[in-house]
């Protein structure tokens, strides 16, 4: 256990927390500069954290999510946010081997 710091994290705490932030943008960085590249390295996972940091709108009102038990948190995350803006969102979920189909408020 290490003193507590002014944030009441420890300095291990502390530590760990600068070494996973200089992590993210050393990875944000090759991600950014790759787009100019011939070696792009954009995933589907990058692109949807990029729209949740962004908060990136659609062209649109609606959105249909499809195995909507299969999102991860980010992509709750920027559909939370969606509808906030009043965006409606449908979702189609399978659940005890029924389909169906839900407008979430």
Known sequence: QGRKGISGLTSCE?????????????????LYTS??????????????????????RIPGSAILVDEMQDLDPCQISWLTERQRRHT??????????????????
């Open 88 to 105: 409606l969102v449908y979702v189609v979920c399978v659940a005890t081997g029924q389909v169906g189909i839900v407008e979430c408020h």
């Open 14 to 30: 502390d530590a760990v927390k600068e070494f996973y932030c200089k992590c993210a943008l050393k990875m944000w960085n090759v």
């Open 35 to 56: 787009l100019s590249s011939d070696k792009c390295m954009w995933t589907y996972d990058s692109i949807v954290k990029v729209a949740q940091i962004q908060s990136l």
